[in-house]
């Protein structure tokens, strides 16, 4: 008869947590609080995508477009709650990254790594355009070129002075643009409610009205889904910062707890306000929502502080694009999975080579900006990210049914555990293939998803053939207890010098 194993359960230590990590990797600086991770799970998330985003989806999809941001909403709710999982019983800085390394090999790992640190590396460029061009709004003077680059100038100088100094902007930059978020969603209420002075109830004549809910048919989703895709990337923000928090798991446990569902408020209750408010065909939704929702009900000034909050948001997002790509780099470096050059480290623990090595493509768009249109780039860009987050989000979703299943096997209780495994676990796979399909299908959304998949395709057949050549440090990963974490700047000896 066989006995099953004695139940393991993993605890969280007190004062100091564990951390998983692998034989002769660097370590970072344990910096961040709990009161700014918490802003850090928000601010990269909030940026360009709510902001600017938003009003393109709200243009396409019309009213509809709540149903796309309700739908990928939920699924995003299933898909923190699977890392979550992940995360608090192992908190490191590779978070999904070196997850999947673990259940399925190197390989997986760093093909995932890749993609996710390229995909905020375009983010970090698309916040920085987005940016410069508001930055020439408020400005006219300013060419939108030249603002996008000082942007890029700046934070990259944040993000490399120490991870203290990142947390404590971020926290800043998050706690702004979340004020604001909360006082006008109370704005649209009152007016929605026909309570505000001189603006009538609009009551369904503009949900309804004007070709209906959905004005362009139910497949103008399809194209719109890849942008909302694109704004919820940033949810997994916290578990990356996992490997400089203080206390790790405990960290993460809160952050994720909380900061998911005010997301969805901030998303789906912005959206819910413009469409209701706004016809959706109206020019100035394209251009700022926000700002259009604020005209209408005639504020004074309304326009212009919405326009330097909306500058405050994409900042805020621009940071979190630096910090988020340089640290995967450097997990991916730190396990033998990229060059060794990215582990490099100041004196204050900062991957500098790293944060140099994003910063580059920031820059790198920035200067494309001057010889194309910001609109162009928008959608060029965000099309090809909303892809690689769908990808993102199935390496999760399969990486934690590995990893429950081996959880079982082994007897081990888990602190945060998925809802109705393997139930739901599967279904989330099989919604992000339905959805990988319909993108297929569409012939707006095809051409994004045939680079991302190629692009796919390069990076894990060059994971394949290194990972027989030369094995990563994921083999020898073991649990440790936290020691300072301070990096000795010392450069992995492996096949990438």
């Not at 926000?290 to 212009?304: N, W």
């Not at 909303?386 to 888990?414: D, H, K, P, W």
């Amino acid at each position: 008869m066989d006995i099953p194993p004695p139940k393991k359960t993993l605890t969280e230590p007190t004062p100091e947590s564990t951390m998983t990590q692998v034989p002769g990797a660097p370590l970072l600086r344990a910096s961040i609080n709990s009161r700014q991770m918490s802003m850090i799970a928000i601010g990269g998330v909030i940026g360009a995508g709510l902001f600017v985003g938003s009003g393109s989806v709200v243009n396409t999809a019309g009213p509809a477009a709540l149903v796309a941001y309700t739908g990928c909403g939920l699924l995003v709710v299933l898909i923190m709650r699977m890392l979550a999982e992940l995360s608090v019983a192992s908190p490191t800085t590779g978070s999904f990254a070196a997850y999947a390394s673990r259940e399925f090999g190197s390989w997986a790992g760093q093909t995932i790594g890749w993609l996710y640190a390229y995909s905020w590396s375009i983010t970090v460029g698309i916040e920085a355009v987005i940016g410069g061009g508001l930055v020439h709004e408020l400005w006219p003077q300013v060419p939108a070129w030249l603002a996008a680059l000082v942007c890029m100038v700046l934070l990259t100088g944040c993000n490399l002075l120490t991870v203290r100094a990142y947390g404590e902007v971020e926290f800043w930059f998050s706690a702004i643009k979340v004020g604001a978020i909360c006082l006008f969603l109370v704005l649209g209420v009152v007016a929605i409610a026909g309570w505000f002075p001189g603006v009538p109830a609009p009551g369904t004549s503009n949900l309804l009205g004007d070709g209906g809910f959905a004005p362009h048919g139910w497949a103008a989703l399809l194209p719109a889904l890849l942008v909302v895709m694109f704004s919820y990337n940033g949810t997994e923000v916290v578990t990356i910062a996992a490997g400089e928090a203080v206390r790790p798991a405990e960290a993460v446990r809160k952050a994720m707890r909380s900061t998911v569902l005010r997301i969805l408020t901030f998303y789906i209750g912005s959206v819910a306000v413009f469409v209701t408010l706004m016809p959706s065909d109206d020019a100035s939704i394209t251009r700022s929502p926000y700002a259009a929702v604020l005209e209408k009900l005639g504020i004074p000034g309304g326009a212009l502080i919405m326009q330097f909050l909306v500058l405050v948001a994409v900042l805020s997002c621009l940071n979190s694009g630096i910090y988020t790509s340089s640290r995967m780099l450097f997990a991916l470096s730190s396990n033998g999975e990229a060059p060794a050059a990215l582990t490099r480290t100041s004196r204050r623990g900062v991957p500098v080579t790293a944060i140099l090595a994003v910063s580059a493509v920031g820059f790198t768009t920035g200067f494309a900006n001057y010889f194309f249109s910001t609109s162009s780039l928008f959608v060029l860009l965000t099309g090809t990210t909303g892809s690689i987050v769908v990808l993102v989000y199935l390496c999760i979703a399969a990486t934690q049914i590995r990893s429950r299943s081996r959880a079982r096997r082994e007897g081990i209780e888990l602190p945060v555990r998925m809802w109705g495994f393997p139930y739901i676990s599967w279904a989330v796979i099989v919604l992000l293939l339905a959805f990988t399909a319909m993108l297929a299908v569409n012939t707006d959304t095809r051409p994004p998803l045939v680079l991302t998949l190629i692009a796919a395709s390069v990076a894990m057949a060059f994971a394949v053939v290194r990972q027989r050549r030369t094995p990563s440090r994921t083999d020898a990963a073991r649990t440790v207890t936290s020691q300072p974490r301070l990096a000795e700047n010392e450069v992995a000896r492996d096949g990438w010098n």
